[in-house]
């Protein structure tokens, strides 16, 4: 892992990485030119970004030639991925794995700290993060104490969210179970509106026999008096 050529030929493109990187350019070509994978293009470029490596970008370079750049901010000019720091090039490996690989994958890191600095170690942890919101389940072997304890804090936010989470649904379910109180009372109101209309139209029906009756008398007696 680390080991970027400056560049590559083009051919079939490979499924991952591999072991010591040599299917990481074409991969990165293949993430960057592809609409389909503009998503998984956006997270490697964010996260090489944080690691020193911004505006990394892969592509044709020339006639079946393949190569992958970066631009030094502090200078102001596009450098081969291939003239990296070691760091930087074997962390560029991990990075377009973690978010290449589909959901469910199980994806095993050795020592992923290699020639980072504490800082960047620490970060390891919420890329690590990252990845997992995809579904995927990392291993690593390690022996930074930086990284360890970035993964500590990493699981106490996680378990703040599902605290969280679980706040939610117990309010979630209070809110039903007063939904549910809610509506039984309404339809008992209902039952009470269809019970009291049925009245009001059988009075209505009683009311309009009455008026007929009344009216047919009042008609009897005008013809009797006349």
Aim: net charge neutral.
């Amino acid at each position: 892992r680390g080991k970027v050529p400056p560049q590559a030929g083009t051919g079939q493109f490979p499924r991952w990485v591999e072991a010591d990187g040599q299917g990481l350019l074409p991969l990165l070509s293949l993430i960057s030119s592809t609409p389909l994978h503009e998503e998984v293009g956006g997270k490697v470029q964010n996260w090489a970004k944080q690691f020193g490596l911004p505006y990394l970008k892969a592509g044709l370079r020339g006639p079946n030639i393949l190569a992958a750049d970066y631009k030094d901010i502090e200078i102001g000019t596009t450098i081969n991925l291939a003239f990296a720091g070691q760091g930087s090039r074997q962390i560029v490996s991990v990075i377009t794995q973690l978010f290449w690989a589909p959901p469910g994958s199980v994806i095993m890191i050795e020592e992923p700290e290699i020639s980072l600095h504490p800082e960047a170690q620490v970060k390891l942890g919420e890329l690590f993060a990252d990845a997992i919101k995809e579904d995927k389940q990392i291993m690593v072997s390690t022996h930074s104490h930086f990284l360890l304890l970035a993964l500590g804090q990493a699981v106490e936010k996680g378990l703040k969210v599902e605290e969280n989470a679980r706040q939610i649904l117990k309010s979630l379910s209070a809110l039903t179970i007063e939904i549910n109180k809610f509506k039984d009372d309404f339809d008992k109101l209902g039952s009470h509106l269809n019970n009291a209309k049925g009245k009001y139209d059988d009075s209505q029906k009683r009311l309009d026999k009455f008026s007929e009756k009344l009216l047919g008398a009042q008609d009897a007696k005008q013809i009797e008096t006349g």
